[in-house]
C-alpha cells in the first residue's frame, strides 16, 4: 500500500491520481480535515499529472456531440442534467487540488490554499449530493457520455496562476451562477424539489468559489502592479476560447464581488 502524502501538496496529487470518483471525493474530505486541523503541511511545488485521473466512464465526446438536456417531468431529462453536473463536480475538485499542487509555493498566504481546499472539499460533496441524487433517480454517475471541456481550460492555463483564476473561477463558475437559477425553477416547476435543493446549495457555495477567484486575481494584480478589470481582459482573451456571454446573473456577481464593469460590456469593447 502507498504511504500517505505528508504534505498537502502531494495530497492534492494523490487526489488527480485517484480513479475512482468515491475514492476521489472521500480523498479529499479526509485530506481538507488533515489540512483544516494543522496535521498537513503545504510542502512544495508538486508535479501533477496533464490530466487527472478518470473512471473509464463516462465516455468522453466533443462538447458538439454531447446530447442536449431537457428537464421534464420524466427522469430522463433530469437524469441527463444531474449527471452533466456530476461532471462538472467531479472536474472541479481536481481543477481545486491543481491549482494546491501547481501553484502551492508561489509566495501566496496560507490562505490561498485554505480556499481551494475548502474548494476541493464543497466540490467533492456537491458531486455526492448529486451522484445520491442520481441513485435515487435509478441512474449512476458513468451511465451518460459527457465532455472534457473543463479540462481543456485548466491545461490552457496550467503555466500562470492569474491565467487560471481569470478563466476558471471568472468565466466557468461565473456562467455558472448566470444558468443555475433557471435551472432550478425548471426543477421546481416539474416537482422534483429533491434535486432542486441540491442545485440551490450548489448556487450558494460557488457564489463564493466565484468569490475566491476574485479575490486571489485582484491579490495577484495588485502584488504585481497591473489593473484587474484590464488585466482579467487580455488574460481571457488568450486564455480561453470565445468571450463570455450574457445574459448575466449580476445579483449573484455582485455577492461574489465581481465587478460588473469588467464583463457587461465585452460584446460591445471587444470585437469578435
Same mark, same amino acid.
Given at each position: 500500500?502507498? !504511504? ?5 501538496? /502531494?495530497? !492534492?496529487?494523490?487526489?488527480? @491520481?485517484?480513479? &475512482? &470518483? ?9 485530506? !481538507? ?9 503545504? /510542502?512544495?511545488? %508538486? ?9 473509464? +466512464? ?10 442536449? +438536456? ?31 499542487? @501547481? ?6 498566504? @496560507? ?8 474548494? %476541493? ?27 472534457? /471541456? ?31 437559477? !433557471?435551472?432550478?425553477? @425548471? ?68 455577492? &461574489? ?16
Amino acid at each position: 500500500m502507498n !504511504a500517505e502524502p505528508a504534505t498537502l501538496a /502531494g495530497a !492534492a496529487v494523490s487526489v488527480l @491520481r485517484t480513479v &475512482a &470518483a468515491c475514492d476521489k471525493c472521500a480523498r479529499t474530505h479526509a485530506f !481538507a480535515a488533515r489540512w483544516r486541523e494543522g496535521n498537513l503541511p503545504a /510542502g512544495e511545488q %508538486a508535479d501533477p499529472p496533464d490530466r487527472p485521473a478518470r473512471p473509464a +466512464r463516462p465516455n468522453l465526446l466533443a462538447p458538439s456531440d454531447v446530447p442536449r +438536456r431537457r428537464i421534464s417531468r420524466g427522469n430522463r431529462g433530469r437524469v441527463a442534467l444531474l449527471h452533466a453536473l456530476a461532471h462538472i463536480e467531479l472536474n472541479a475538485i481536481d481543477l481545486a487540488w491543481d491549482v494546491v499542487a @501547481r501553484f502551492c509555493d508561489q509566495g501566496m498566504p @496560507r490562505e490561498f490554499l485554505d480556499d481551494w481546499v475548502r474548494v %476541493a472539499d464543497e466540490e467533492a460533496t456537491h458531486f455526492r449530493l448529486l451522484s445520491d441524487r442520481l441513485a435515487e433517480l435509478g441512474a449512476a454517475y458513468g451511465d451518460l457520455p459527457a465532455h472534457d /471541456g473543463l479540462w481543456d481550460s485548466a491545461r490552457a492555463t496550467a503555466h500562470d496562476l492569474a491565467a487560471r483564476l481569470a478563466v476558471v473561477p471568472l468565466v466557468l463558475e461565473a456562467r455558472g451562477l448566470d444558468v443555475t437559477p !433557471a435551472m432550478i425553477d @425548471r426543477l421546481r416547476t416539474v416537482e422534483d424539489e429533491a434535486s432542486a435543493d441540491i442545485l440551490d446549495i450548489i448556487y450558494r457555495d460557488e457564489i463564493e468559489h466565484v468569490a475566491a477567484g476574485r479575490r486571489w486575481f485582484e491579490f495577484l494584480c495588485a502584488r504585481d502592479g497591473y489593473d484587474p478589470e484590464t488585466r482579467w481582459r487580455e488574460l481571457v482573451e488568450t486564455h480561453f476560447r470565445g468571450t463570455p456571454k450574457p445574459p448575466y446573473n449580476v445579483d449573484a456577481r455582485n455577492a &461574489a464581488g465581481f465587478p460588473e464593469a469588467w464583463y457587461a460590456s465585452w460584446d460591445v469593447r471587444t470585437p469578435d
